[in-house]
T-cell receptor
Framework: SAVISQKPSRDICQRGTSLTIQCQVD?????MFWYRQQPGQSLTLIAT?????????ESGFVIDKFPISRPNLTFSTLTVSNLSPEDSSIYLC????????????FGSGTQLSVL | KQEVTQIPAALSVPEGENLVLNCSFT??????LQWFRQDPGKGLTSLLL?????REQTSGRLNASLDKSSGRSTLYIAASQPGDSATYLC??????????FGTGTRLKVLA
C-alpha cells in the first residue's frame, strides 16, 4: 500500500484566512484527488490534481476557493481560501498507484474547524 | 447519475456476532466497487476491491460480494470484535471514472 503523509492533521482557523494542506506520497502515483467530508456526510470529490497543469474541478467547486497544485508525481497541495464556518470539514487526499489501478488509497485527513 | 446508498446507517451488535452491511447503487455500469473503513476523525483504509467481473472477494474475516444486475454489494464480517467498530463506506467506480461514495454504516461492536 502507498504511504500518504497529509499535513496538518487538524487546524483551527479564523474566518477569512486560508489553510494549505499538503499531501506527500512515498511512490509515484497516477492520480491524486482531493475530497471533502462534511460533518456526518460522505465524501465529495473536490478535484483531480493534475501534474504540471490546472486541476480538474467538480461541479460546485472553483479554483479561486480551492486552488490546487501538483508540481510532481508525488506531491500536491490544496488551499481552502477565504474560510467561513461552512468550510469546517475533513479534507482528504487520495491517490491511485501505478501498479494498483482503480484502487484508492487515502491520507489520514485534515480536520479543519473555522471559527 | 450514480447514487450509492448504505443501509443501515448505524448498527450495534454484541461481540462475536456475524453481520452484513449493505450497499446499493443505481447504475449497474460500474468498473468496480470498493469497501473502506474509517475511524473517527481519520482517513479511509481500503478493505476490499471487487472488479465488475468478480462476484466476491475475501480478506480474513471479511467477505464482500457484488451483484451488478441487482445493484447491490454486501460486506460480511464474521465473528465481530470491538476493534471492528468504525464507519464502513462503499464506493462505486462508475462510467465517468469517478468514485461515488455511499453514506456509510456506523458500526459499534459491544464487548
Amino acid at each position: 500500500s502507498a504511504v500518504i503523509s497529509q499535513k496538518p492533521s487538524r487546524d483551527i482557523c479564523q474566518r477569512g484566512t486560508s489553510l494549505t494542506i499538503q499531501c506527500q506520497v512515498d511512490s509515484q502515483v497516477t492520480m491524486m484527488f482531493w475530497y471533502r467530508q462534511q460533518p456526518g456526510q460522505s465524501l465529495t470529490l473536490i478535484a483531480t490534481a493534475n501534474q504540471g497543469s490546472e486541476a480538474t474541478y467538480e461541479s460546485g467547486f472553483v479554483i479561486d476557493k480551492f486552488p490546487i497544485s501538483r508540481p510532481n508525481l508525488t506531491f500536491s497541495t490544496l488551499t481552502v481560501s477565504n474560510l467561513s464556518p461552512e468550510d469546517s470539514s475533513i479534507y482528504l487526499c487520495s491517490v491511485e498507484k501505478m501498479r494498483e489501478l482503480e484502487k484508492l488509497f487515502f491520507g489520514s485527513g485534515t480536520q479543519l474547524s473555522v471559527l | 447519475k450514480q447514487e450509492v446508498t448504505q443501509i443501515p446507517a448505524a448498527l450495534s451488535v454484541p461481540e462475536g456476532e456475524n453481520l452484513v452491511l449493505n450497499c446499493s447503487f443505481t447504475d449497474s455500469a460500474i468498473y468496480n466497487l470498493q469497501w473502506f473503513r474509517q475511524d473517527p476523525g481519520k482517513g479511509l483504509t481500503s478493505l476490499l476491491l471487487i472488479q465488475s467481473s468478480q462476484r466476491e472477494q475475501t480478506s480474513g474475516r471479511l467477505n464482500a460480494s457484488l451483484d451488478k444486475s441487482s445493484g447491490r454489494s454486501t460486506l460480511y464480517i464474521a465473528a465481530s470484535q470491538p476493534g471492528d467498530s468504525a464507519t464502513y463506506l462503499c464506493a462505486a467506480l462508475s462510467g465517468t471514472y469517478k468514485y461515488i461514495f455511499g453514506t456509510g454504516t456506523r458500526l459499534k461492536v459491544l464487548a
